[in-house]
């Protein structure tokens, strides 16, 4: 059985750092790509960040680019978001999910290609 499992949020001020977490079991990271989405209250869910299976390739949304880095540990079957520079505009739920695809940036940016979700974990960041 596939597993995703976030965490890592927290509650915190603008201007700082965090880093998400995302655990597989049931499923090996490294051969699929890993997606981290948002979800703020009354939107819909935003894309973040994505690395390729290979973990050669990232894409990040603007509105992150330079702050934030997505990353993989093969060792621990975990994806990792580093999210520097909070802005009160990143508060959401953060989800990560699996995509068995080509690396492809104009479709893991969707989140109907991705098979997998995770339950979320909330981040926070006042002003």
């Known amino acids: 059985q596939v597993q995703l499992v976030e965490s890592g949020g927290g509650f915190l001020q603008a201007g700082g750092s965090l880093r998400l977490s995302c655990a597989a079991s049931?499923?090996?990271?490294?051969?699929?790509?890993v997606g981290w989405f948002r979800r703020a209250p009354g939107k819909q869910h935003e894309f973040v960040a994505a690395i390729s299976r290979s973990g050669s390739s990232t894409t990040y949304d603007d509105s992150v680019k330079g702050r934030f880095t997505i990353s993989t540990d093969n060792a621990k079957n975990t994806v990792y978001l580093q999210m520097n520079g909070l802005k009160p505009e990143d508060t959401a739920v953060y989800y990560c999910?699996?995509?068995?695809?080509?690396?492809?940036?104009?479709?893991?940016?969707?989140?109907?290609?991705?098979?997998?979700w995770g339950q979320g974990t909330q981040v926070t960041v006042s002003s």
């Open positions: 999910a699996t995509a068995n695809l080509m690396w492809d940036i104009t479709q893991v940016v969707k989140t109907r290609v991705y098979d997998y």
């Open positions: 049931g499923y090996i990271l490294s051969r699929v790509t």
